[in-house]
T-cell receptor, first 111, second 113 residues
Framework: QKEVEQDPGPLSVPEGAIVSLNCTYSNSAFQYFMWYRQYSRKGPELLMYTYSSGNKEDGRFTAQVDKSSKYISLFIRDSQPSDSATYLC???????????FGTGTLLAVQP | DAGVTQSPTHLIKTRGQQVTLRCSPKSGHDTVSWYQQALGQGPQFIFQYYEEEERQRGNFPDRFSGHQFPNYSSELNVNALLLGDSALYLCASFLGGDKDEQYFGPGTRLTVT
């Protein structure tokens, strides 16, 4: 079983839609949870991070963590064409906090 | 405030050659991690440097080696290049005691022919 499972998509939505991106993980040692956005041929950009169960909101983005179910989600409200990118979920834990990534979900927001 | 920088942007090498990639961490950061990202995949952890020492290593062969300098910048060296080493190589930096925010550079795209 992979440590992190993420639906690769692609996911295509119309502008203004609410987008839901999801990841599951298997390792209970994971402590910190992150979402990165990666535009084509660029480095990942940190969107949100959290270390507790519950919701964290930042503008149009909401990260949701359910540690009991080992499940995290990212919601994007009022999606824009500029949100078109690959979204990577990541976990870290342990002394060195290496990041373990999902495969990424490719999102296309159609104008 | 300068973010993470990497050089070069692109590189084309031939099988069997050696390559050196460079990374300067974000200002104030002291820890550097290197990742390899194959097309259509998430980044895979190669190793991490802190206080000029390799602190942890992922599942990569000894052909991959690195170094961290006193100014916290870092190099990734890959010897005896294989076609399968073609990927985007990413550097991430953070402050060792801050477990939350790790920032990535733009990456170096390596093509091995």
């Amino acid at each position: 079983q992979k440590e992190v499972e993420q639906d690769p998509g692609p996911l295509s939505v119309p502008e203004g839609a609410i987008v839901s991106l999801n990841c599951t993980y298997s390792n209970s040692a994971f402590q910190y949870f992150m979402w990165y956005r990666q535009y084509s041929r660029k480095g990942p950009e940190l969107l949100m991070y959290t270390y507790s169960s519950g919701n964290k909101e930042d503008g149009r983005f909401t990260a949701q963590v359910d540690k009991s179910s080992k499940y995290i989600s990212l919601f994007i409200r009022d999606s824009q064409p500029s949100d078109s990118a690959t979204y990577l979920c990541a976990w870290s834990g342990g002394a060195t906090n290496k990041l373990i990534f999902g495969t990424g979900t490719l999102l296309a927001v159609q104008p | 405030d300068a973010g993470v920088t990497q050089s070069p942007t692109h590189l084309i090498k031939t099988r069997g050659q050696q390559v050196t990639l460079r990374c300067s961490p974000k200002s104030g950061h002291d820890t550097v991690s290197w990742y390899q990202q194959a097309l259509g995949q998430g980044p895979q952890f190669i190793f991490q440097y802190y206080e000029e020492e390799e602190r942890q290593r992922g599942n990569f062969p000894d052909r991959f080696s690195g170094h961290q300098f006193p100014n916290y910048s870092s190099e990734l060296n890959v010897n005896a290049l294989l076609l399968g080493d073609s990927a985007l190589y990413l550097c991430a930096s953070f402050l060792g005691g801050d477990k939350d925010e790790q920032y990535f550079g733009p990456g170096t795209r390596l093509t091995v022919t």
